[in-house]
């Protein structure tokens, strides 16, 4: 990109504090990538560069930043640029921004807005948060069912300019009632005198405004729009949503999951962003809960000390066959996560689920039972470490494994259902969750095993 | 939803055979209704469905199906249904469809679409796999660039019916090259004697026909767009993508990166319709590499049954210990592995990662290894498990888990950076595969640290 290679030369010109060569420069720049030239800056030196882009550009380019780097840069420049940049925003991303702050802060802004403006932001911040609500603009095109082609075409062309989209129009009723929706292609493609209601289908998809964001994402991934209207419970229609939004929505909604079923805190910023604080914040609680719990094992291996003493060869198997659980739970638990969040599977389908995996654990547990079995027996060709009760060890190890990965994989299936049926995050039970919870039953099942067959011989 | 609640009396409906009246209920139907009613119905009830639905509606559902259903469905309907399907599927939809046909089924399919649809479909299944080729729609309004806005409103009003967005219009030269894109509301505001050169302002993102689909998903989060133009190397305008296209291969792209990272082979069907023998298929080859790789620790153990014979306390902490390693990787590798996905990092910034993580994990380890000093220091008041040299040992797990922790840290943030720098997929460095390569290392960690400090006592 041409941007990239000027950069060296855009940021001596800021030193140099070149304003007018700076202006000429940045004039084509594209508000992502003066956002991505404004991270390589301090904020002396982002405020300089909001000086000489246009107002546009101002706005746009501030919509791309961070919210940290929005509050810094705010405080940098002047006055009545931070009222012009509030007030062009688009309502969603503004609320979104203005969402982060903390009262007095927002208080301060709120009062930069026009009287308008502040009645839109104050409104939609009014709804709970990571609902529909706080997502939707209210700059969309809606126009009367008894209006016709000609009338919306003007219509558009005289009001159309703040709208977030053209791709769909809104039909209403005299009331402001929902009663379709319409693409832009439909409205220029019927002749002029005709009237919308002949060209409408009934055909519409809303969302409601209470709704959680989480319900958009879905309804966008099957519905093949660009953007849906958001009504109120009996139908009024109070904005509209579009789908770069979702788009953007849905990726930091996989982040988190993501994160969160790798054991860390969702970090809410970018890798290289995160302060070295707020990483160990966001990693060290996890494992210091992960390592407590799985101090459990150390508890629950002291009770089996004395098997240990007599058979030291036990202790040999005792990672192979603690993993080999953690292992299936991890393989249910993230297939189960990933089901639930694009809403393949509910709670309600519990014991279908169940049904699944008892079966899918049964063949698991045979295949890796087996292979651990075999390996025993094969070993015992080759060294006498298993002695002359290697037949017994082997069988030890193979009933071991199929029961700790039967038993892995029902847990780790189970627990995002447990989960979200307590109203908690799925996601929660993480590959790490899980085997740590297998770990400490797994060695319960191991010396259960070894004490039943190893009787009268090792131990 | 209208359509749930009537779902029960539609099935009646079909089983009875009452072509006219359901003809008259599915009416009003949206095709991912229609597509979730059809996923109930066994294949002849679906053609029957199609048979009393609209020309637009059937297309439309056919889209909305998983590819399974989509071939079953084909050989149901009639010759002529067939053909209209295909034709009216938009191209981007229609080669996701071909593209995993078998080739006899394939050429059989082709014959069935126009001369000018084969084109269309041959063109896009030239482009490699999952290359933004694959992905793009010709069904775009390109306009030339010395034109009035009248007569690009004229063009649209006359041409514009098939195109898959209206919001985007683009201008090309003469020769078809790419100019600039305009939104249609700053064309449908302006007045209609302005040349469109005049409302241009050059700014515009294009993507390359052969660059990865994940380029364009990272593209479009970034760039707030509805739909981008994509062109050849040399500018050459060939196609369009739009975001609702991409949102569903975000989910996707997200869901296999999630399996990976919960060590299963990505499904690509909802968790429901997968087959118990594919559902084998994605998870024991996984599961079996992990225990063998596991195997090692049983081996790497083998060395050290001298020690634990010795001292069988040491065995108590196997688990925890190599446990809060792999933990501790499993936390950095799904760090690197979004991060990567997200394009926040590329493997050019190892350095900047390892010393990031080196000081995190140096940070981790000692809380963790902290704490586990002190459960052992702590549990020597209440039992004498631990003997006379409780504080050796409580060294030896300390030091242990501090290392642990560090090395799991290190090794989980590197693996995915190496997987990609060998041309890998960096989610193959799942969480359960960490885990397995940071037990076999902690082991000898663990074993090294208890032969140095337990020396001449309990060693």
């Known amino acids: 990109m041409q941007p990239e ?7 001596e010109l800021i030193e140099a504090g070149d304003k007018d060569t700076l202006e000429e420069k940045l004039e084509n720049w594209l508000p992502q990538e ?8 301090n904020v002396t030196d982002q405020a300089f560069v909001f000086n000489v882009i246009d107002r546009e550009q101002a706005y746009q380019t501030f919509e791309e930043l961070e919210f940290g780097d929005q509050v810094e840069l705010l405080n940098e420049l002047r006055y009545r640029q931070v009222q012009l940049i509030l007030n062009d925003m688009s309502p969603d991303n503004r609320t979104a921004f203005l969402e982060q702050l903390d009262p ?3 208080n301060k802004l709120l009062k930069l807005l026009t009287q308008k403006e502040r009645r839109v932001a104050l409104s939609l911040l009014g709804y709970p948060e990571d609902s529909i609500g706080r997502l939707m603009t209210p700059d969309y095109v809606a126009v009367n069912q ?10 558009i062309r005289s009001h159309g300019e703040n709208s977030e ?8 009723d005299e009331k402001g009632y929902l009663v379709d929706d319409i693409r832009i292609g439909d409205v220029l493609l019927s002749e002029d005198h005709i009237p919308v209601k002949d060209i409408l289908d009934g055909k519409y998809v809303s969302l409601l405004v209470t709704d959680d964001e989480e319900v958009a994402i879905k309804v966008f991934g099957k519905s093949n729009r660009v953007a849906l209207p958001v009504t109120n419970a009996g139908g009024l229609l109070l904005g509209i949503i579009t789908v770069d939004d979702i788009l953007q929505l849905a990726k930091e909604e996989d982040t988190e999951d993501i994160q969160k079923i790798g054991a860390v805190e969702a970090l809410e910023e970018p890798y290289m962003d995160v302060s070295l604080t707020q990483m160990l914040r966001k990693r060290a609680p996890w494992l210091i809960i992960l390592f407590i719990g799985e101090m459990f094992t150390a508890s629950a291996m002291s009770f089996f000390e004395n098997e240990i003493d007599k058979a030291v060869v036990l202790a040999l198997f005792i990672p192979l066959i603690v993993s080999s659980g953690g292992n299936s739970g991890s393989q249910a638990s993230t297939l189960i996560i990933r089901a639930l969040a694009l809403g393949e599977i509910t709670i309600l389908d519990w014991w279908r689920i169940m049904r699944r995996e008892i079966v899918t654990g049964l063949y698991l547990g045979l295949i890796l039972g087996f292979i651990g079995f075999s390996r025993v027996t094969t070993w015992h060709f080759f060294t006498d470490i298993y ?5 017994l060890i082997a069988l030890t190890i193979g009933f071991s494994v199929f029961g700790v990965v039967l038993w892995g994989t029902i847990m780790g299936s189970m627990m995002p259902l447990f989960l979200k049926r307590m109203g908690l995050d799925p996601a929660t039970s993480s590959a790490p969750f899980i085997a740590t919870m297998v770990d400490v039953t797994g060695l319960v099942i191991y010396f259960s095993f070894a004490s039943t067959i190893l009787k009268g011989t090792l131990l």
């Open 5 to 11: 290679i000027e950069k060296p030369m855009i940021i």
């Open 34 to 41: 003066l956002a991505e030239l404004c991270r390589d800056l």
């Open 104 to 106: 007095d802060h927002l």
């Open 146 to 155: 008894d209006w016709t082609v000609k009338q919306i075409i003007d219509f």
């Open 165 to 172: 989209t053209l791709d769909v129009i809104y039909i209403v």
């Open 387 to 391: 002695g002359p009760h290697w037949l």
